[in-house]
């Protein structure tokens, strides 16, 4: 489900977290979902807003009274315009603002920690953590609980999600080096950081032995990449040791965002943190340093140490002028291949465990946790124990209940103990009136359906009883979809004004079949946005084969024994039926070998039938007489040759598994589905004619490879079409917020 994102921080100036949250904000928008930054701007505005992103300006970047209630009055002013799903400030200023906002607006907020900050002064009440906290790192994480009390189960660690495709080998830096006038013949070190006071140690350090490494290192040449406070200082202190030497060793850029192509110039990379990830991305040897702390050349042996600081080395010795000489000397001195294998293995690194798509899944997982859940209230035939409904039941909420959403399932229910106990859902009584107005008020949208829920074929007052269900969602506001539909037969004429009506009122209508949009057309319903899909049981899974083999066990059916699954049901106008259906099923084992195996889709409906059409066979025949899952009657389905059935949903299943089918027409809606299917109809009950029947079965098994195949293809884009039942709930359920 694609969600409003607002990213909130202070700058998109050079910097790892600034990098960081431009990466995110990108991996998030590429998958799928709206994403608007506000920020104070800087150089990364462009590459956002190129991206689709949308820009916001507030001066988030200073601590001045007057600048903070600008931006308090401007987040304000943005939050309500966007809309947001979730709030995701990065940074103190950011999320003490937004927090201060959360209790008025009143919407999801979730921060990152890309730092520890100074908590004296006071500033520990500048400070808001949001609802649920994303730490860069293990030690920011024990800083958080440490500092501010957050509870752990409130934390998730994140990592600084790298982009293989920007920074990656196959990148060139020539530009850089003719820009700036660098020898690729001679060594190259980048080193990228914004050169604030409490950032630029290491570049210092750089500058200053920049001699010594001359010395050492004939031709080497230095590419330090960065700007802030004490550039002016560097710059100056980097063209005196230029002027002494004679030559230009160090370059000082100044702020850049190419900064994958600064990588690439290098032979050798120095940073920490963000930049040093996307150097290993790169395929380049890294020695790891920065203000907190050295590591020195990146190695395998040091991964674990590495990784628990998220490569920004709190806690390790600082970094010393004389360590960090005698690295660089010494990584510049290594034969090419042991340098090749450190930058493979580093840019392996980053695929295992540093890449963007995990960064953005781990955010998202987190506004999961503080977005509130969509409510979906279903109205069907439920509780009534139909396999046919269950089956529906169970694959919409399979469909919705996957891992990235949070869609909360109420059922109306004939029996609200067995499905909310069978199927895990909140189940309410059908009929309990007080209980039906609480649960459409709390839901965002009524799916009615799937099934034929809108006919008169049943009674007036079913279609009613549905109508009426409808009717109120939307005198409670409540968005209503008519989900995977099968219309009709509705005979009289009131009843069909008032489908129509229901109809044209809803906000959503997915019809299973063609022929429930040609009735519904029939009926004058104007609209154009009726979407044919199918059958949402095309998205169920059978059973595994150990349940199967232990049901079919128990009936005594042996994997050597090929049979048939009959289904059929009770229902008025009859006649001589189970006569002349025993005489084709006693014609399958006679002439196929296929023993006929009974299910049973509703026992209390289907039991009767089932024995008097056995009690007139010659052949042998089976009742399988128990309570089945629709999963269970699937996998049974599919260890048969072949499905004879009255019931829709038997065929239904037969479909899904590839396992050839006719059915026995009762109703308008059996021989609507035959026809999705391209599959027989063996005749219609009311009429029935064993000798034709005969006739289709043997031609079915006569080709039956072929019909198959082609069922199996029919199959699979019923299937594709179903899926687009969900897709067009969830669009439904995003316009709702």
Not at 12 to 32: C, N, P, R, W, Y
Not at 125 to 154: C, F
Not at 630 to 643: E, F, K, N, Q, T
Request: charged share 25%; hydrophobic share 40%; aromatic share 6%.
């Amino acid at each position: 489900m694609s969600r409003r994102i607002l990213m909130v921080t202070m700058g998109l100036d050079i910097g790892g977290a600034e990098t960081h949250i431009v990466e995110l904000s990108k991996q998030l928008k590429a998958m799928g979902h709206d994403v608007a930054v506000v920020s104070n701007g800087g150089v990364y505005v462009d590459e956002i807003t190129a991206a689709g992103i949308r820009h916001h300006s507030a001066p988030l970047n200073r601590r001045s009274i007057p600048c903070m209630l600008r931006s308090l009055v401007a987040l304000h002013r943005i939050i309500r315009r966007e809309r947001p799903d979730v709030v995701h400030a990065h940074a103190r200023i950011p999320g003490f603002l937004c927090g201060l906002l959360r209790p008025v607006m009143r919407f999801p907020f979730v921060t990152t920690a890309h730092w520890v900050f100074d908590t004296g002064g006071g500033l520990r009440r500048l400070t808001n953590w949001g609802q649920r906290t994303i730490a860069v790192s293990d030690d920011i994480k024990a800083y958080l609980m440490r500092e501010y009390g957050v509870p752990e189960e409130h934390i998730r660690i994140t990592i600084n999600g790298i982009d293989t495709d920007k920074f990656s080998p196959d990148v060139s830096g020539a530009e850089v080096q003719a820009e700036f006038g660098l020898d690729p013949a001679r060594p190259i070190v980048s080193y990228v950081s914004r050169m604030d006071a409490d950032r630029a140690l290491v570049a210092r350090q750089l500058i200053e032995v920049a001699p010594q490494l001359s010395k050492q290192v004939p031709g080497v040449q230095l590419l330090i990449a960065g700007g802030g406070n004490v550039f002016d200082e560097l710059k100056a202190m980097a063209d005196k040791v230029n002027a002494d030497l004679g030559r230009t060793v160090v370059t000082m850029t100044g702020p850049r965002t190419d900064i994958n192509r600064i990588v690439a110039a290098g032979h050798i990379f120095i940073g920490v943190s963000r930049a040093a990830l996307e150097a290993m991305a790169a395929g380049k040897p890294v020695i790891v340093a920065g203000n907190e702390g050295y590591h020195g050349l990146f190695t395998p042996e040091k991964l674990e140490q590495a990784r628990l600081g998220n490569f920004c080395c709190r806690g390790l010795p600082l970094s010393e002028p004389q360590t960090l000489l005698d690295d660089v000397v010494q990584a510049i001195s290594l034969p090419q291949e042991r340098r090749q294998g450190l930058g493979q293995y580093g840019r392996q690194v980053i695929f295992d465990y540093y890449s963007v798509r995990r960064m953005a899944q781990d955010c998202l997982d987190m506004y999961l946790q503080v977005v509130p859940p969509r409510r979906v209230l279903m109205s069907g035939y439920y509780g009534f124990s139909n396999a046919g409904d269950d089956a529906i039941l169970q694959s919409i909420r399979d469909s919705l209940q996957v891992d990235d959403e949070r869609i909360e399932i109420s059922v109306l229910s004939n029996d609200p103990a067995q499905t909310g106990s069978r199927y895990h859902v909140t189940a309410i009584p059908r009929f309990n009136l007080p209980a039906l107005w609480r649960a459409v008020g709390r839901c965002d949208v009524l799916l009615s359906g799937g099934g034929s829920l809108l006919q008169d074929h049943t009674s007036t007052r079913s279609l009613l009883y549905y109508l009426s269900v409808m009717a109120l969602a939307r005198l409670r506001g409540k968005r209503v979809m008519l989900y995977a539909n099968g219309i009709g037969p509705v005979t009289r004429p009131a009843n069909r004004r008032r489908v129509r009506r229901a109809v044209e009122k809803a906000d959503l209508v997915t019809l299973r079949d063609h022929n429930s949009r040609q009735e519904l057309e029939a009926m004058g319903v104007a609209r154009t946005d009726l979407h044919v899909t199918a059958d949402p049981v095309f998205s169920m899974d059978r059973a595994d084969d150990s349940a199967v083999d232990s049901i079919l066990q128990d009936i005594g059916l042996t994997a050597d024994r090929p049979f048939a699954v009959v289904s059929v049901r009770g229902w008025s106008g009859m006649g001589a039926f189970p006569a002349r259906l025993a005489q084709v099923c006693d014609h399958l084992y006679n002439t196929h070998g296929l023993t006929c195996l009974f299910v049973l889709m509703q026992p209390h409906h289907d039991r009767d039938i089932s024995r008097q059409v056995i009690a007139q066979m010659q052949a042998p025949a089976l009742l399988l007489d128990k309570v089945l899952s629709p999963a269970d009657i699937m996998g049974v389905i599919a260890r048969s040759r072949l499905c004879l059935s009255m019931r829709l949903h038997t065929l239904i299943f037969s479909a899904r598994v590839g396992v050839p089918l006719a059915g026995l027409v009762y109703d308008p809606k059996v021989s609507s589905y035959l026809e999705e299917l391209e599959m027989p109809c063996a005749g219609d009950v009311t009429c029935f004619d064993p000798d034709s029947a005969m006739r289709q079965l043997d031609e079915l098994m006569t080709h039956y490879d072929s019909r198959k195949a082609e069922l199996i293809r029919r199959s699979e884009q019923l299937s594709q079409a179903a899926a687009e039942n969900r897709r067009l709930l969830l669009e439904l359920l995003e316009g709702n917020q």
